[in-house]
């Protein structure tokens, strides 16, 4: 059985950088690591260069304790072969309403339980696929395609969820749930930091620095703290109303409503 509770835990070490007592090297996706990940993170000349063994590569990059070789939380969320059964909390539900409640007929549902690469390659053909686009009359002959929901802002608010939620205390999953007049995105974790149920939109600060460093090496997120500026930009431009948000101390949610 696989734990946190093996050895003495660092309080200045956050958890996404916690070895997990039980596991090894066989919990990730070594393939996935090589053909996805390693050729992100690290200059191809460096790569080409690098004698290093795949042991050594992968602690270099957090994924494994560089001592015992136990894989690191950071490890089994981005390239676990199934994270879920040693971190609880690491999927995502995501539900299609025909309706603007939860007693509205089921028209999809998915539970990802996968490693974040699976997670979001997933959930980026949900997004496209769900999003409905209209042809308006814009002047004379000229006509202009308008999706309900400007898929870059839906896109920030996932890679936000999943990156910034608490892992380590909650073993709720991250949940996405779309409504015919709206979605609601919501992650377990409230404010973390320097970050209140105030200042959020302001400031940042991250529960999981580790988890967004390798998103940002994925080529997820090119430029940190610039979420909610996306979000509000994109919804603007599109004619969505703005996000509605709900920040609570054990989680946080976001509505954003169609194009009216």
Known sequence: MTSFGGRSRSADVLFDQ???????????????????????AVDPDVLAENERTLAQQLASLGMIDPKSEEARVLGLLVVGAGPSSVVPGA??????YEGSDESSHVVDQEELRGNLIGQLDVLGRLLTSNIRTSVEEVGGLRQESRPDYPLAALRELVLNALT???????????????FDDRIEVSSPGGPFGVVTKQTFAERNDYRNPALAAAMKNLGYVNRFGR?????RRSLDSNGNPPAEYHVEDTYWSVVVRGVS
């Not at 910034?164 to 779309?178: I, K, Q, S």
């Not at 979420?227 to 979000?231: F, P, Q």
């Open 18 to 40: 916690h070895p997990v007592s039980g596991t090894n090297i066989a919990d990730l996706d070594l393939e996935l690591f090589r053909s996805t990940y390693l050729p992100a």
């Open 91 to 96: 999927y995502v539900q995501f539900v299609r």
């Open 227 to 231: 979420g909610i500026t996306l979000i």
């Open 164 to 178: 910034h939620r608490d892992y380590e205390h909650f073993n709720a999953p991250v949940r996405l749930v779309w």
